[in-house]
């Protein structure tokens, strides 16, 4: 099975065409950055996500002002977002280079106001404090946000909720419901649903959710010694039957 | 025999020189573009080159005579690609000269010495490499030394590139390595120099307008890329990889790749890459170039000590930023064991105060990584970080507190991030605007998503220092001995988790961005609903390496013993062989004091 990290660095979705624009010298070319775009509006509409495609484009954008573009900006930081724990999203923010302060006043860059949003929903989720996230996310301050951005980005939600699951996958083997309802944000028959498609039980007598086993929920106490390999002594052995 | 030679290139000297001015007179003929007085102007123009011509005359007979045979000396061994004088030249008669002579001020102009050299246009490109490196190293370069020195590499690369074919050039792999790192240092600080709008003159203002392809970043990446391509590395290192023979590799390679120039230029430039990459911050791209190298110390392409020095810093800086501690430590911890270990057989000086700034730099990541992800990996290491940032390690070792020395290690042990793009210097209102409301630098820019994945782990070792007290405990027991509220230690509970894993290279994966995740604390534990239950595995003390190392090294210094010729009489000098023999032994503790006596015995030797 394809490890975590080789998923994300090629994920299976991507085509040859976005794979030659990723690991070739065309990733320099500015005429190609529409490309990569309408990729990175396909994974919003699709659920797929490729970050190092996405790097591409504000990679290009960094080395080239002038095509930047704010909404295609948000839009990866907002798929960045819900890769935590892995820092997929400070890794776009790194390539955000400072850029001089916006001059046309008919076009307003919605970035710089809803950047501090974004870092605090992305610190939130972070810090596995996923009650204040929602919380956040549904509040008015984030309103722009929500109506102009995540409602476009298909299964976002559920994103945040995949965030959440391994957190809770690798933490528990029992979880209370009501707990487990306010970090997916979730109550009633939404959350049994949702709990049933990932295939963990509800114990309706005592409300406690049962995590299955997997290889963060099972601990063990082990005592690790140290192996020699001979490959290690090569040199001494070499040295000895030399001199004898 | 020096006498006479002397007397030939002054002989040479005056009819190049002669070449030259006339050129120039006519050049400054055609710009002026004045025809009404032109005469007047031909007459200032042959005063001018009369003047200029002086001026080198005199300049030239400024030159001691030893630099000038060593020009003549340097050029010749260039001329016939004679790898071991050039070597002899470049890294102990340059240096032994720029002490001599040229510790405070330039070396001579190209055009200057262009006569010892019958006007050889590679050898002056080769010349003015040195010349503004030493500049660069030394003085403080101007904006004209800036240009030109970008200029001059153009030329170079552009003579390397764009000849017809391989040109038949040799150089010693040290000197290839130091172009490629010399090149994307003075990119590096002219970045950094350029971003600094206040303190610049009108005529820098004016420059720098009109020059926004100097240095620019796409320029620095062009030169990479194109030696990657023209060497064909990448196919190269594949092949290597997969076991081929040395024909088919040529067959792979073409006529370039064959040539150690072109190769090792290539390699470097992938390293190159891997730099500029971390620079400017992208620290996926950085790692995802690196992808047909191996990283371990057997590879033909690792003599290069600063070279290899070089990449392992970057590597494990880069895993850092992408939160792989694991695989950063790793990193360090080998180059740092192999710094340690070649300390003492090396004995080209010039180099070991960078890879020593590099190795405490290492360091100080080192303690990072380990403060954020406790390992035992190596004692050795470890000892020598407690000794050095103890203080620092103790503070990051205690969460939120711990935040300045985070920020002071950070700070310190960081690569000289730049911005990719220069201030608006073409456009004087938005140059205003930029010097009123400068952006955040780099570093800071960088520091501060650093801090903020260092800030989501801050509770981690309170957690930890109280769970390891225990084999289970109930939830709200441990929420009331944090004076927490139940649900948000449950939270930190579960930041704690995830701290405790990591993605790495466990089954040293192909391609430095993959890996598989792993765990990565001695500390495990689980929540059943509100039961923490916890496990501790411990790890035992290794003494294989230690045992091994010292073994190794005590039958080095036996052979030495034993090799060494018996002293003939006591008062002639067997004395000095016998205490460096001795003065070995002690270098391969971990004993920072004493790493500039050890070395210096040794070169003395």
Same mark, same amino acid.
């Given at each position: 099975?394809?490890?975590v ?77 819900t890769s935590a724990p892995f ?38 989720l972070?810090?596995c404090?996923f009650?204040?996230f929602w ?20 299964g976002f939600e559920d994103a945040v909720r995949d965030v959440v699951i391994r957190a809770v996958k690798a933490a528990f083997t029992r979880i209370?419901r009501?707990r487990l309802g306010t970090y997916l944000d979730l109550?009633?028959?939404d959350l049994d649903i949702h709990v049933a498609k990932l295939g963990w039980s509800i ?6 959710v049962t995590v299955p086993?997997n290889p963060d929920n ?27 | ?22 050129? &120039? ?17 031909? #007459? ?28 003549? $000396?340097?050029?010749?061994?260039? &001329? *016939? ?120 003159? *009108? ?32 196919? $190269? ?110 004995? @080209? ?10 190795? #405490? ?24 970080? !407690? ?61 501060? &998503? ?25 939830? !709200? ?14 939270q930190?509970?579960m930041?704690?988790k995830q701290?405790?894993r ?7 994966? !192909?391609?430095?961005? *993959? ?6 604390? *001695?500390?495990?534990?689980?929540i ?13 003390? @290794? ?59 040794? !070169?003395?030797?």
């Amino acid at each position: 099975m394809a490890s975590v990290a080789s998923n994300w660095v090629s994920p299976p979705t991507r085509t040859p065409l976005i794979e030659n624009l990723v690991s070739g010298v065309d990733r320099y070319n500015p005429s190609n950055v529409g490309i990569l775009e309408d990729y990175l509006y396909h994974q919003t509409r699709s659920q797929e996500y490729d970050c190092l495609a996405n790097l591409a484009i504000l990679k290009l954008y960094q080395f080239n002002p002038d095509l930047y573009n704010p909404d295609v900006v948000i839009n990866i930081l907002i798929k960045a977002l819900t890769s935590a724990p892995f820092p997929d999203f400070n890794l776009c923010i790194s390539l955000l280079d400072d850029r001089a302060a916006n001059t046309n006043p008919d076009e307003p860059d919605p970035l710089p106001s809803l950047l501090p949003t974004l870092t605090m929903l992305y610190n939130l989720l972070q810090q596995c404090r996923f009650p204040a996230f929602w919380a956040l996310y549904r509040s008015d301050e984030v309103e722009s946000l929500r109506d102009n951005y995540t409602v476009e980005c298909a299964g976002f939600e559920d994103a945040v909720r995949d965030v959440v699951i391994r957190a809770v996958k690798a933490a528990f083997t029992r979880i209370g419901r009501e707990r487990l309802g306010t970090y997916l944000d979730l109550t009633g028959s939404d959350l049994d649903i949702h709990v049933a498609k990932l295939g963990w039980s509800i114990d309706s007598s005592t409300g406690v959710v049962t995590v299955p086993p997997n290889p963060d929920n099972r601990i063990e106490s082990t005592v690790v010694q140290e192996n020699i390999q001979l490959p290690q002594l090569t040199k001494v052995i070499t040295h000895a039957s030399q001199t004898a | 025999m020096s006498q006479q030679r002397k007397a030939l290139w002054e002989a040479e000297l005056d009819e190049d020189l002669q070449d030259v001015d006339l050129n &120039l007179a006519i050049g400054s003929y055609g710009q002026s573009g004045l025809y009404d007085d032109a005469q007047s102007r031909i #007459d200032e123009a042959t005063l001018l080159a009369v003047q200029q011509q002086m001026a080198q005359q005199a300049a030239f007979s400024q030159i001691p005579d030893v630099v000038k045979r060593f020009i003549v $000396h340097f050029h010749q061994a260039v &001329l *016939d690609n004679n790898l071991a004088e050039i070597t002899v030249a470049y890294e102990s008669g340059w240096n032994r000269l720029t002490e001599k002579f040229y510790s405070k001020t330039e070396w001579p102009e190209a055009e200057v010495i262009a006569p010892l050299v019958n006007d050889d246009q590679i050898f002056l490109i080769l010349y003015r490499e040195l010349y503004y490196r030493h500049v660069y190293s030394r003085l403080q370069p101007d904006i004209d030394d800036r240009f030109h020195s970008y200029e001059n590499s153009c030329e170079l690369f552009n003579y390397l590139l764009n000849s017809d074919g391989p040109v038949p050039l040799e150089l010693p792999e040290q000197w290839l390595w130091d172009i490629i790192d010399e090149f994307i240092y003075q990119y590096q600080a002219f970045c950094v120099w350029r971003s600094k709008v206040k303190s610049k003159t *009108d005529e820098e203002l004016i420059l720098l307008a009109d020059a926004s392809q100097v240095w620019s970043s796409y320029s620095v990446l062009n030169v990479l890329y194109s030696l990657i391509q023209k060497s064909k590395i990448n196919e $190269h290192l594949s092949a290597l990889q997969e076991g081929k023979k040395a024909e088919e590799i040529a067959e792979i390679v073409g006529e370039f790749g064959v040539r150690p120039l072109y190769r090792m230029l290539g390699y470097f430039s992938l390293i190159g890459l891997l730099r500029v990459h971390s620079l400017l911050g992208d620290f996926t791209l950085a790692l995802k170039v690196m992808e047909s190298i191996e990283l371990n110390q057997k590879s033909p392409f690792t003599r290069v000590t600063a070279c290899h020095v070089t990449t392992y810093y970057y590597v494990g800086f880069c895993y850092i930023m992408l939160r792989r501690y694991p695989d950063a430590i790793r990193a360090f911890v080998s180059i740092l064991n192999f710094i340690l270990r070649m300390r003492q057989y090396h004995t @080209r000086s010039y180099q070991y105060d960078q890879i020593n700034k590099t190795a #405490d730099r290492m360091y100080a990541l080192f303690a990072i990584c380990n403060a954020l992800s406790p390992t035992r990996l190596d004692d050795n290491i470890s000892g020598i970080v !407690k000794e050095r940032y103890g203080e620092q390690f103790s503070k990051m070792s205690r969460g939120e507190e711990g935040i300045p020395a985070f920020e002071e290690l950070f700070l310190y042990a960081c690569p000289k991030f730049i911005s990719a793009n220069p201030p608006p210097y073409d456009d004087a209102e938005l140059l205003a605007a930029y010097v009123e409301d400068p952006p955040v630098e780099p570093a800071q820019r960088h520091l501060a &998503l650093f801090l903020s994945e260092v800030r989501s782990q801050a509770p981690v070792p309170t957690l930890r220092s109280f769970l390891k007290l225990y084999a289970s405990l109930d939830a !709200k027991k441990l929420a009331n001995f944090l004076d927490a509220d139940e649900e948000e230690m449950v939270q930190q509970m579960m930041v704690m988790k995830q701290a405790s894993r990591s993605v790495s290279r466990v089954e040293n994966e !192909k391609g430095l961005l *993959d890996g598989q995740t792993i765990s990565t604390s *001695d500390l495990d534990f689980v929540i059943d609903d509100n039961m923490v239950h916890i496990a501790e595995s411990t790890v035992g003390r @290794r003494y294989a390496g230690w045992f091994i190392r010292n073994t190794e090294h005590a039958q080095r210094v036996f052979d030495t013993l034993r090799n060494a010729p018996l002293p003939a009489l006591p008062k002639l000098n067997a004395a000095p062989v016998a205490t460096s023999g001795t003065s070995d032994a002690p270098a391969s503790a971990p004993r920072t004091g004493g790493q500039r006596v050890a070395w210096g015995g040794v !070169k003395t030797a």
